[in-house]
């Protein structure tokens, strides 16, 4: 007869398992309108066990700001490093569609979003200002850019942010096509 051991995960995996399910569900219902409760049973884990793996809902919702900048920062290294010229300019434009790619994935999009909607919570908006803060630097020191065209980068990524929520790549009107231009994803956002 047979006998199998049942494997136990450990803290780190559950963790993994957390923060894909945390993800999911606060960019379902954004920070305020998402529970422990709802994180720990979509995670499939008692909330006790949550409050061992985070502090608390803050705590969690940090974690996820920080994954997401960590998301966009690999994006970003990966297209500086494609990049074959030291043209600023030219290492911006990759840096955007890196930065496109990213957020076509709808929950890290919507993350970002409502991480900025609730930055007057001291923990959040300490992971806002960090999340920006890596990025502009970043983008500093691997392109050589100067402070407009940094400037011009995030006002399109920001806009981005919005057409890719409002699924303004579906609308075909006017005023949905000015503001796509070239500044906007004109693809869909990825399922997720």
């Known amino acids: 007869m047979e006998t199998r051991t049942r494997q136990r995960s450990t803290a780190d995996e559950r963790r993994a398992t957390v923060m894909r399910t945390a993800i999911r569900t606060f960019a379902a219902r954004g920070y305020y309108g998402t529970s422990t409760t709802d994180v720990a049973k979509a995670a499939g884990i008692s909330q006790g066990y949550l409050y061992r793996l985070f502090k608390d809902k803050e705590a969690l919702f940090v974690a996820l700001v920080d994954h997401c900048s960590d998301r966009l920062r690999e ?7 494609s990049v074959r010229t030291t043209d600023p ?8 569609a890196a930065y496109d ?6 929950d890290v999009l919507m ?15 300490e992971a806002v200002r960090r999340c920006y803060a890596k990025q502009v630097e970043y983008l500093r020191a691997v392109s050589g850019a100067s402070d407009e065209q940094i400037r011009r980068y995030f006002a399109d990524a920001l806009l981005s942010n919005v057409l890719v929520a409002i699924d303004a790549a579906a609308v075909d009107a006017p005023w949905a096509r000015t503001l796509r231009g070239r500044t906007g994803p004109a693809r869909e956002p990825r399922a997720t």
């Open 101 to 106: 790619e990213v957020i076509g994935d709808r």
């Open 111 to 125: 993350i970002l979003m409502h991480a900025q909607g609730c930055a007057t919570e001291p923990g959040i908006g």
């Open 75 to 81: 994006a970003a290294a990966t297209a500086a490093a």
């Open 89 to 96: 300019q030219a290492v911006v434009d990759a840096l955007t």
